[in-house]
């Protein structure tokens, strides 16, 4: 055969076996990618679409459950390391994490309880399989949410007050703010950050006040007259 027509034939031949290659088959490849690299977080979400595409794929019906146990110590471990350190955003990132695994884990387990009804010939090893799906634990972190999640809601209290005190009110009303987003109606925050709102609106407001005195004093009437207007808007 012709080098280049060979070459041609082995072009055609891998593009037909990469087409033929499943999805499942192909999240699978990339769940041992993220593996291999340490990204559990990653590989669970590739063997998720993987037994999405095709909850018969066996080699991911049997990793599925180490993944999910790997990813699930693997946040816990994050989420306690930033307790520690009194890291309290990131702790509820990984609680959160954690709760749209949960979420997503029952999701997988109904899809595979619909592919077994609706297949009542499954060999013995596959019902094995499943049955390790099945046997997923998963772990009640709702105190530990909590928990973190009035931490990090005071942190945010607290640094907006200290803001206040240096009369950064812009930044105070934010951080009271991001206090009220992860504890609803805690303590005054809500309130401190409309008040703190408003004194940034008066302080920028008077700011560009005087920016407009400062310009017209000097002529510049093109100037004083955006400026003025800038201070309207507040």
């Given amino acids: 055969m012709h080098r280049k027509t060979l070459y041609l034939y082995i072009i055609s031949s891998l593009l037909f ?3 033929c290659t499943s999805v499942s088959d192909k999240h699978y490849q990339l769940f041992e990618e993220s593996l ?5 977080s990653s590989a669970f979400d590739h063997a998720v679409a993987s037994l999405q595409a095709d909850p018969s794929n066996a080699k991911t019906q049997i990793a599925f459950p180490q993944i999910t146990r790997t990813s699930f110590d693997d946040h816990l471990s994050k989420s306690q390391h930033a307790e520690q350190n009194k ?18 884990v029952r999701a997988i387990k109904n899809n595979i309880i619909s592919y077994r009804d609706s297949h009542p010939a499954i060999q013995a090893d596959e019902q094995q399989r499943i049955q390790n799906i099945f046997n997923i634990t998963l772990p009640d972190i709702s ?10 809601a005071q942190a ?29 109606s805690f303590r005054d925050a809500y309130a401190l950050s409309l008040k703190f709102e408003k004194l ?4 920028d407001a008077e700011h560009y006040y005087k920016i407009g005195l400062e310009a017209a004093e000097t002529g510049d009437n093109r100037a004083a007259s955006a400026a003025f207007y800038r201070a309207t808007e507040y």
């Fill in 200 to 203: 940034a609106n008066n302080a």
């Fill in 156 to 184: 945010h209290y607290n640094k907006g007050k200290l803001l206040a005190q240096n009369n950064a009110y812009r930044q105070a009303a934010s951080e009271l703010q991001a206090s009220e987003r992860f504890e609803t």
């Fill in 36 to 40: 291999k690299q340490g990204n559990y």
């Fill in 17 to 19: 076996l990469t087409a």
């Fill in 87 to 104: 890291l309290w955003d990131l702790a509820v990132f990984h609680y959160n994490k954690i709760m749209r695994m949960q979420t997503t």
């Fill in 143 to 152: 105190i530990a949410d909590q928990h973190a999640r009035h931490e990090a």
